[in-house]
């Protein structure tokens, strides 16, 4: 492979959206023009984003990739609060916060650290876990102003999160589109010793 060959990467959690994340998603669509939502098929929580990936690197990341079903588990999240990048009165990104971060943060600093290795810099902001829910293309109507100031603390449900996805972003004049090239399953999390101690019970019941 050439050196100068590069493809735009990151590595991310796929989303499926709970009900009320699709509500919200509902009433961004209602708002014209100016504010794209994302595609539902496309929803994702980023952990690291590589910009422009050297062809040679695409390898080392992927068994970095790999090497995350041994040190983690899936996890079940809380969506919470609504907000905007990078302020609320002059949005250009609308994300749903994270309840707990705590699992994500320690994901993403992995990524970091095997990455490092490769030559690509650590996120200089630090993380902070948001899923995208849509990007402003102009100047938004009224009404997505009232409903960041109405909904910046409201609960949206909860989602199991069980895989990891490299993805390569190719950028279209519409949006970007978004090619797989690796999943990695991960593996569910133990059973807390009273949620095992309560399934023994009811077998020795039955």
Known sequence: MQKNQRARTFIAVPVQPTR?????LEKLNQMGSAVKPIPEDQMHITLKFLGPTELEDIMPVSR?????RNRFK???LAFKGLGAFPREDR???VW???KDESLL???AEYLEAETEKL?????RKGFHAHLTLARIKAKPPEELFQLLADRRDAEWGEATLDTLKFFRSELK???AQYHEMQTVRLPPAPKKKNQAKSLDSNESQS
């Open 96 to 98: 749903a916060g994270i």
């Open 64 to 68: 970095a990739l790999k090497e995350m």
């Open 91 to 93: 949005p250009n990104v």
């Open 173 to 175: 004049p519409q949006r």
């Open 105 to 107: 943060a320690e994901m």
């Open 74 to 76: 899936c996890v079940r």
């Open 20 to 24: 009320g994340l699709r509500k919200v």
């Open 119 to 123: 030559g690509y810099p650590r996120e």
